[in-house]
């Protein structure tokens, strides 16, 4: 399957993929070590963590500084969506060269830089892509149909307050996406930039919190520290991992903190987050001790967006085709609470049984929750057609009480999965769903789109939450960070609605390590979603695939298989 990336997520086609850790942004306090990161986009586009969004405005004081093009570039912003780019920086991009040749600039401290820039688009590559920083080559090369973006760094030296950016010498349909500069050393000359310099945020969160026993009265807790803007750090504990209290607070740099006057033997749960004039940062993983034993256990290595566990979680897996009387064995094994299935279909006028839905009632009969997949990849029907179509579903005998889940369409931001626009999908599909199955009092379980962010918000735009009980994402990724990320921007984005995945994995080489990924993931998953569907059970040769649980002939798939049943054992 085809999707779009986010953070290194997967693509169509195999191919090396960039490493790149989220830079922190500039810092509140002090000015020995500027940090900027931009993003060019357009100006309705989703602007990445940890950066700054340019959207071809001249250059003038913005977001805390002062940045912007030599004229108007507002007009050759692009958006591509494509699911060929790696995360959004990569989506996004500005050309340097259409209708006049621009160039860019922002106001720094005089000094020494390493400038990080990246051109590419992911819809063409009819460019040599050739990028200066002070007059100093940092982009020079060509796209290619397999790698459509082209990358560099170089250190420059800034004496006139701004650093400049331009087409060099042999540069034709420049773009560029993203920009990352960094201090390396400053200039003893004033500047007359000093006083636009200051980006007043929060600090970057504390991550890896860990808590040990230091008494049988006493726990220690120890974490990451991120930033260097924090005013200090704030520590909150529980009892049962869902009520919260601030216990205390500790001073800037801080990175440990023993709580004592504890109950002897008892469990305690621990999260802590930055703060400063600007804000709190989000929280760390929550941690939790038993006071005198030496086991110690984390919801995993970055904050919760709701920073609660959600109640009544339970995993599923993807199955397909299999009999389920080979397969209903296996999943209890696993400990699997739940199946999803999909049941797809080519005609909205179409009023046959599919043996997807047999399977589903056969699931069900069996004692697992079910998630059915109604999916059409080939036309747009209008809002009656569908609302028939899904009427005449709930008269299937025996499958409206076999399916807990009706899950409407699969990733409509992707043209193999649907031919219209998410407008027409939220307005024809999606609502024709919600005024036959759930006023039929069932739940609907609206498509999960991949880790787009711009797709993800047209869905909300276009009245995606009014027409579901549960809001859904597919969060792939290549890394932890990243997936984890992509759940923390999405469920503040849906909030209001509980948040499903209806398939979670990752993307990425090396089975050991993969497994390792997912296992430090689950909890995350756990806590800041009602279920989630792994993909896939049986391996497939798409892009998640490898991560199966069995193998083709239903042979166990390690480590993936024991990695799935550890969470349940």
């Known amino acids: 399957m085809k999707r779009f990336r986010f953070h290194g997520r997967r693509s169509a086609r195999a191919r090396s993929v960039v490493s790149f850790t989220q830079p922190e942004s500039l810092e509140s306090r002090e000015l020995m070590s500027f940090s900027a990161h931009v993003n ?6 989703y602007t990445p963590s940890g950066y700054l969004a340019d959207t071809g405005k001249t250059y003038g004081s913005r977001n805390g500084l002062t940045y912007g093009w030599n004229a108007d570039n507002s007009a050759n912003t692009r958006n591509r969506d494509s699911s060929l780019s790696k995360d959004q920086r990569y989506d996004t991009f500005t050309h340097m060269q259409r209708n006049g040749s621009y160039s860019w600039n922002m106001a720094v401290p005089n000094g020494t ?10 819809g063409y590559y009819d460019s040599a892509f050739r990028i200066a920083a002070e007059g100093k080559t940092v982009v020079n090369g060509n796209p290619t149909s397999s790698n459509r973006w082209v990358e560099g760094t170089a250190t ?11 087409n060099a010498s042999g540069a034709v349909n420049n773009k ?5 500069i960094s201090q390396s050393s400053t200039s003893t000359s004033s500047s007359s930039t000093s006083s636009s310099t200051t980006l007043k945020i929060p600090p970057a969160s504390p991550s890896n919190l860990a808590v040990s026993s ?19 750090y704030k520590i909150e504990r529980s009892t049962d991992g869902k009520t919260w209290s601030q216990i205390t607070s500790v001073g800037t740099s801080t990175t440990s903190y023993t709580n004592t006057g504890l109950s002897s033997g008892k469990k305690y749960y621990y999260r802590v987050r930055a703060y400063n004039t600007y804000g709190n940062s989000s929280y760390t993983n929550t941690a939790s001790a038993t006071t005198g034993s030496s086991t110690s256990t984390s919801s995993g290595s970055t904050s919760s967006p709701s920073g609660t566990t959600t109640s009544g979680y339970f995993d599923g897996v993807f199955v397909g085709g299999d009999d389920p009387n080979k397969i209903i064995p296996i999943l209890r094994d696993l400990g699997a609470k739940a199946v999803r299935l999909w049941g797809s279909f080519s005609d909205w006028n179409s009023r046959s049984e599919t043996s997807t839905m047999q399977r589903a009632i056969a699931y069900h009969n069996a004692g697992f929750k079910v998630d059915l997949l109604l999916q059409n990849p080939s036309s747009v029907p209008s809002y009656s057609q569908a609302k028939a179509y899904y009427a005449w579903a709930l008269t299937v005998p025996g499958l409206k009480s076999a399916v807990d889940f009706w899950e409407i369409q699969n990733e409509p931001n992707i043209s193999s999965y649907w031919k219209g626009t998410l407008s027409q999908y939220v307005n024809n599909v999606l609502k024709a769903a919600w005024d036959t199955i759930h006023a039929a009092g069932e739940k609907v379980v609206g498509a999960g789109v991949t ?3 711009s797709a993800n918000q047209a869905l909300k735009d276009a009245g995606y939450l009014h027409y579901v009980d549960y809001a859904n994402v597919h969060p792939y990724d290549s890394g932890a960070s990243g997936q984890r990320q992509t759940i923390t921007d999405i469920k503040a984005m849906f909030a209001g609605k509980p948040l499903v995945i209806t398939e979670w994995g990752l993307q990425t080489s090396g089975t050991t390590s993969w497994a390792d990924a997912l296992d430090t993931n689950h909890p995350f998953v756990e806590a800041n979603t009602s279920a ?3 993909f896939p059970l049986v391996q497939t040769s798409t892009p998640a695939g490898g991560e199966g649980l069995l193998t083709s002939s239903l042979a166990k798939h390690q480590p993936f298989y024991d990695t799935f049943k550890s969470w349940h054992t």
């Open 176 to 180: 560029i996406d993203f920009i990352d």
């Open 532 to 534: 989630a569907w792994y």
């Open 451 to 453: 880790a787009s962010r």
């Open 214 to 232: 230091a008494s049988s009265t006493s726990l220690k807790l120890t974490w990451s520290d991120n930033s260097t803007r924090e005013d200090g």
């Open 113 to 122: 830089y390493s400038v990080h820039i990246v051109s590419g688009d992911a």
């Open 40 to 45: 060019f986009q357009t100006p309705t586009a």
């Open 156 to 166: 420059v030296t800034v004496s006139d307050g701004k650093l400049t950016v331009t």
